[in-house]
């Protein structure tokens, strides 16, 4: 049952982190947010597998293996695309750039862990990339009209960061394959938290208003996303191909697209509607068993 409902719902949970992100940033610097948001989840996640008892990781290499991959999967990926959108990256181009993901996962997973693609898989990869550019392009458009003077350094961040959740994708299916994942989801959330505190002190000032809203863009981002969430792409990371987990990715440009709109009345283009069933269809295609 779980492997049915574990691709939807983490599409679910996972698109919320956009939605998050706009009250978030109006409320807290974004690499403050994200610290203490991997700080409160190593901490819930503690206190999860103290209830279940959980078993930790008895070799030093398990050990640092978690907290490594945390440091790629949750720490650089999210420091890099928060920071970026805070200097003003539009919304359009970073939806583009997250669309790397699949292609480089796709690119990278046959060199990194020997898993190949069938031609059917391949297709859909490519598929799934047209849509975004197709769901994403008056935006795209509007972005390439008012030029991008003085972001090139946030936009080689934000590639950047998707360079790191693909390696961290990876890194985890490599050497993470046994173990408890709960126990697992701790190290690589204390490891998100030493990469991200250092930053957070170099270049912001570690403001947060403790408003409502704020105290509850963070309860949902501990609870809900990286506990929910991430749980379950760990789950399905080792349940199966790092580029069927991936092609998910696809999926978020348009889910966040029609959140907004019942949320905040958001219009929905035509383009996003033909784009959202290309996505559809070459995430079908990649994740379609036989």
């Not at 949750?74 to 919304?91: D, E, F, K, T």
């Not at 970073?94 to 990194?112: D, K, R, V, W």
């Amino acid at each position: 049952m779980l492997d049915r409902l574990a691709p939807a719902l983490f599409v679910l949970l996972w698109s919320t982190g956009w939605l998050v992100a706009k009250f978030a940033v109006a409320h807290a610097d974004p690499l403050t947010f994200m610290a203490a948001r991997h700080a409160l989840a190593a901490i819930a996640f503690t206190g999860l597998c103290l209830a279940v008892g959980a078993a930790w990781p008895r070799e030093r290499s398990a050990v640092w293996h978690g907290i490594v991959s945390g440091v790629f999967l949750h720490g650089l990926y999210l420091a890099g695309v928060w920071w970026a959108i805070g200097q003003g990256v539009p919304a359009g181009l970073s939806g583009i750039i997250a669309g790397l993901q699949p292609l480089l996962t796709a690119a990278m997973a046959p060199l990194l862990i020997s898993e190949r693609l069938r031609p059917r898989q391949k297709i859909g990869i490519v598929v799934g990339f047209m849509g975004i550019l197709i769901a994403i392009s008056p935006q795209l458009l509007d972005t390439v009209a008012k030029g991008l003077a003085g972001l090139g350094f946030p936009v080689l961040v934000n590639l950047l960061a998707m360079f790191s959740v693909t390696y961290g994708t990876l890194y985890q299916k490599r050497h993470l394959q046994q173990g408890d994942l709960l126990s697992i989801a701790v190290l690589q959330f204390i490891g998100a938290f030493v990469v991200t505190l250092p930053l957070a002190l170099l270049v912001e000032d570690l403001r947060f208003d403790w408003t409502g809203e704020a105290i509850f863009a963070m309860a949902w981002s501990v609870f809900g996303i990286s506990m929910g969430a991430v749980g379950l792409l760990l789950y399905l990371i080792r349940r199966g191909q790092v580029s069927r987990a991936a092609s998910l990715i696809y999926l978020m440009p348009p889910v966040v697209a029609i959140e907004a709109f019942f949320l905040f009345g958001e219009p929905l283009t035509l383009p996003m509607i033909v784009g959202t069933a290309i996505v559809v269809a070459g995430v079908y295609m990649v994740n379609r068993k036989g």
